[in-house]
């Protein structure tokens, strides 16, 4: 008696079915996976700020109430003084040690821990041979007036909503290598928004209606709808 072996494969349809029922799950999954991983890097990256408020605080408590220096150049911005004090990337430094968990400390190495603090998660995605002059945070240029070197935490008439650190852009050489900028050098991307953190140390996630929130874009206008003061000598700098 003869039996027929039934085939047990799948057919051509089947496949076809399984293989859209995949990519539909697909679909929906990878975007909730990539809101997830944009949402962990805003909180670093906030969380690194954070840090850096800390340090910059013990700083200006060592040194008279004074912040480090938004750039490394040896004058005023007008020639007519010269500057001996830190630029705040490098001032950091001595006092991140200190708020990094002790049981960590034999993992990283010592520099390499203080960069990422003081670095947005996106550093990670810079090409090595650019790391060592990309700069993703950075200090608020008009903290410090052309014809001073710093600038005292005291004379800050409205820390709340004036800017310390931010965002800053990274798509070419010349704004990478900065460690100061202004508006025009924000990037907005952490989910087409930037991480501000205020002279008073909390930092806000904030959105520029006019950007389309494009990783490396600068905001066209000072107060970017948002009543941000960059210049605390000239508040209502348009």
């Known amino acids: 008696m003869l039996h027929t072996i039934k085939n047990q494969g799948f057919t051509i349809l089947e496949l076809l079915i399984i293989v859209i029922v995949l990519a539909l799950l697909v679909g929906i999954i990878m975007p909730a996976l990539n809101a997830a991983k944009q949402k962990a890097q805003q909180v670093v990256c906030t969380n690194n700020m954070k840090?850096?408020?800390?340090a910059l605080e013990q700083y200006a408590n060592d040194n008279n109430g004074l912040l480090p220096?938004?750039?490394?150049?040896?004058?005023?911005?007008?020639?007519?003084?010269?500057?001996?004090?830190?630029?705040?990337?490098?001032?950091?430094?001595?006092?991140?040690?200190?708020?990094?968990?002790?049981?960590?400390?034999?993992?990283?190495?010592?520099?390499?821990?203080?960069l990422l603090v003081k670095q947005d998660p996106t550093f990670t995605t810079v090409s090595f041979s650019k790391q060592d002059t990309t700069r993703t945070i950075k200090m608020n240029q008009n903290l410090v007036s052309s014809?001073?070197?710093?600038?005292?935490?005291?004379?800050?008439?409205?820390p709340t909503k004036t800017v310390l650190l931010f965002d800053g852009r990274i798509n070419n050489?010349?704004?990478?290598?900065?460690?100061?900028?202004s508006y025009g050098s924000i990037a907005q991307r952490h989910s087409k928004a930037a991480n501000i953190l205020f002279m008073d140390g909390h930092v806000e996630r904030i959105q520029n209606g006019n950007?389309?929130?494009?990783?490396?874009?600068?905001?066209?206008?000072?107060?970017?709808?948002?009543?941000?003061?960059?210049?605390?000598?000239?508040?209502?700098?348009?």
């Not at 840090?51 to 800390?54: A, K, R, V």
Request: proline residues 6%; glycine residues 10%; negative net charge.
């Open 69 to 114: 220096r938004p750039n490394n150049s040896d004058t005023s911005k007008d020639g007519t003084k010269n500057c001996i004090a830190e630029v705040w990337f490098k001032a950091v430094d001595r006092y991140l040690t200190t708020l990094q968990l002790s049981s960590i400390r034999g993992d990283i190495p010592t520099e390499e821990r203080l």
């Open 173 to 181: 050489n010349g704004v990478a290598d900065n460690y100061e900028g």
């Open 211 to 238: 950007s389309d929130g494009t990783t490396n874009e600068g905001w066209p206008n000072g107060q970017a709808g948002q009543g941000l003061i960059w210049d605390p000598d000239n508040p209502n700098l348009p």
């Open 51 to 54: 840090q850096l408020y800390f």
């Open 147 to 158: 014809s001073e070197c710093q600038r005292s935490i005291e004379a800050i008439q409205n």
